[in-house]
């Protein structure tokens, strides 16, 4: 599975930082200015037990002179992510359309869904911000646009004429641009052409942060500036929380604002940092993105959320792993000190000299070459491999007209109502049908009306459909790739990759025909009230599990922010907000969060990413345990690698295809002992063990008792 950003794992402490190299996070190595920490030590002496300004005046008015604005134009919040959420709450709401950039903070997004506003995403364009795109976006029908800029992770920045080409845009639309400047800083002043619109008068919102250059990462403060009507609305939205910017943060802010010479400084030793860094991994012939920033795009050898574990266990370095946020094999390093930049390059060339595969860890096609003894079966007829290729690319562009749906609901149609209903003609629809009639699995009878009727070998295809959808339409790119792959000189998610949304399309299509029955038996024979669901998805499975059951609860936890943002409407659409609540993250990261509610815990297909994740399937277990301190049973559903040295009947649909484009993915295939000593070691009793539809695949209700 892809691991898409939460905003809480782009804040939050990580739980191995102490001690290690912290390159993840963009903080500024070289703190506040001197005196502001004085500062703030003697505020909090001094006046701990007082409320702070609710309406923060000192440090708006000082930062109104620092930006050169009127008081009334600028709002204050606890940290930049805040002012995101307030403005999307004064300005968005259902039936609106927020316009954000795909591949940036999640954050946007999330603030949209709250407000119950439709999130709109626009690609990048060569890592950087189509203004063409967004503009394109805007003439669509919007209420807001983020544009993230300095863009965060990519490191690059807007011309004056695209910034200028965004505004025009909005202006002749009335839609509100908000520039999030967090890094702008870091690229000089020469790049204010968003402020200078500002006090032009022009019709938009910057904001700009305390955390980054300034050095007050710990105690969020950022600002926004703007015509003061949109401002007003901010500070209306914040009402709720008159007391968010603490008093420590507001000294702060105010004792850094009296050394402006401070963010020169800063800018002239990142700059210099920055260009070292990139001088060395020209040096070392390792990609990367030029950047503006505080931070470098680097295109990493190989598996990026590997590299970043490897960078992370073996030399105690954190980066931030970019597959989550759509760039799958990049991370996103901080520019440090001198000695950070040394620590970086040195442990770089140490992984370029050493590469290594999970492969040796796991059991299937991809295991290291001398654990995996494979038979001989009997062949296959070239001519059947051959044709099973073709009618493989048959089955499923007709499960993507729609054609197994219709026939499955009646086994006798016309092609032309198949054809209709397909949304082509007859011509566009016989040649497909001819070839599945060949391979067995319909009828064509001739006469006036040519029909179509499905067979019996046909009803038992349809059941199977989503295994096509999930290899022909989900791998096809990895499958045609293999040469290159084999080679090294292909990667995966970077020159090669899968389509996700087939996977997950597939996937569903064979959970509903082969997996539900069963799932719905087993849990028909556990008790329990409150369910977490692992990759919930879009929240089908915690729909259908409290759905007509007023006594229980749920909790999704989901990595990928789309369907996070889908899962909340669902659940709110059903009317069970009240009791479904979705989490935006990474299980295995959660910091000491636990959720001592929860006595039952699903994970459908997605264990052996998180086995992966760690490559310690027992320590996956007792972290689950950790999680879920009061959870009595676990119901667990995977695929398993075969035991391929065992087997002499003929070949069984999926698994060949589920290991091999594992193996180059890097992702290993347990086997089932694997598995279950993961969970005896955990502490966790196999109550029940049963087939789960697909081959090599098992569902597991696992007991603490």
């Known amino acids: 599975m892809s691991r898409p950003p939460t905003v809480h794992s782009l804040h939050r402490e990580h739980e191995r930082a102490d001690g290690m190299l912290r390159l993840h996070c963009n903080e500024n190595p070289y703190g506040p200015p001197p005196g502001v920490i004085a500062s703030a030590t003697k505020e909090l002496e001094g006046r701990c037990s007082t409320y702070p300004d609710s309406e923060v005046t000192a440090l708006r008015e000082a930062l109104a002179e620092h930006v050169g604005v009127s008081t009334e134009m600028v709002a204050v919040g606890n940290g930049a992510d805040e002012l995101v959420l307030l403005i999307t709450l004064a300005s968005a709401g259902p039936g609106d359309t927020v316009v954000v950039t795909e591949s940036t903070f999640p954050g946007y997004a999330t603030s949209a869904a709250v407000a119950g506003a439709t999130v709109r995403s626009v690609p990048l364009h060569r890592d950087r911000v189509s203004a063409t795109a967004l503009v394109e976006a805007v003439d669509d029908g919007a209420r807001l646009v983020f544009v993230c800029n300095p863009h965060n992770p990519t490191g690059t920045v807007l011309s004056p004429a695209a910034v ?144 970043a574990s490897r960078l992370a266990d073996e030399h105690g370095i954190l980066v931030r792993d970019l597959t989550p946020f759509g760039y799958p094999g990049h991370v996103r390093v901080t520019v440090g000190t001198a000695e950070d930049t040394d620590q970086f390059c040195q442990a770089l060339g140490t992984l370029l000299a050493s590469p290594r595969s999970h492969a040796s860890s796991g059991h299937g096609l991809g295991a290291a070459h001398d654990v995996l003894p494979v038979p001989t079966l009997d062949p296959v007829a070239p001519e059947d491999l051959f044709n099973g290729y073709v009618g493989a690319h048959a089955v499923f562009a007709l499960t993507r007209l729609g054609v197994w749906d219709r026939l499955a609901e009646r086994p006798e149609h016309t092609v032309d109502e198949l054809a209709t209903k397909a949304g082509t003609d007859a011509t566009g629809l016989m040649p497909l049908l001819r070839v599945v009639a060949l391979l067995g699995y319909v009828e064509l009878a001739d006469g006036p009306t040519p029909t179509v009727i499905l067979t019996g070998a046909g009803r038992e295809l349809v059941r199977m459909r989503g295994f096509f959808t999930w290899g022909v339409g989900g791998y096809h790119e990895v499958l045609r790739g293999l040469s290159g792959l084999a080679r090294g000189t292909s990667v995966f998610e970077q020159d090669v990759d899968r389509d996700g949304g087939m996977v997950a399309v597939g996937s569903g299509e064979v959970g509903r025909e082969l997996m539900l029955p069963l799932e719905q038996e087993v849990l028909a024979t556990v008790d329990f009230r409150t369910v977490a669901d692992l990759g919930c998805g879009d929240a089908t499975r915690l729909l259908r599990l409290c759905d007509g059951h007023p006594h229980r609860r749920g909790t999704g936890i989901e990595i990928n922010q789309g369907a996070c943002v889908q899962a909340n409407k669902r659940v ?120 789960l539809g697909a081959p090599s695949t098992w569902l597991w209700l696992l007991t603490t008792e």
């Open 164 to 307: 200028e080409e965004i505004l025009t845009a909005c202006e002749r639309t009335g839609v509100v641009p908000v520039f999030d400047e967090a890094y702008m800083e870091f690229a000089g002043p020469g790049f204010d052409h968003a402020l200078d619109a500002v006090r032009a008068g022009r019709r938009l919102l910057v904001l700009r942060t305390f955390s980054k250059a300034w050095g007050l990462a710990a105690l969020r403060a950022g600002y926004a500036v703007g015509p003061a009507d949109l401002v007003a609305g901010i500070v209306d939205a914040r009402r709720a929380l008159p007391f968010s910017v603490n008093r420590l943060a507001q000294q702060a802010a105010l004792a850094a604002l009296g050394s402006p010479d401070h963010i020169a400084e800063v800018y002239e030793r990142t700059t210099r940092e920055r260009e070292r860094l990139c001088r060395t991994l020209t040096a070392l012939e390792v990609s990367y993105v030029p950047s503006v920033t505080n931070f470098v795009m680097v295109k990493t050898p190989g598996n990026s959320t590997r590299f």
């Open 572 to 691: 709110a659409d059903a009317g069970l907000a009240d009791r479904i609540d979705i989490v935006h993250g990474d299980v295995l990261a959660f910091s000491g969060r636990t959720f001592p509610e929860v006595d039952l815990v699903t994970s459908f297909l997605m264990m052996h990413d998180l086995f992966d994740a760690t490559g310690d399937p027992e320590g996956v277990m007792r972290t689950l345990r950790r999680v879920f301190p009061e959870a009595r049973r676990f119901l667990i559903g995977d695929t398993v690698a075969q035991d391929w040295e065992e087997r002499r009947e003929t070949l069984p649909m999926f698994s060949v295809g589920f290991e091999l484009v594992h193996a180059f993915m890097d992702t290993p295939i347990m086997n089932r002992r694997t598995y279950e000593d993961a969970f005896a070691g955990a502490g966790l009793r196999v109550e029940r063990r049963e087939p």
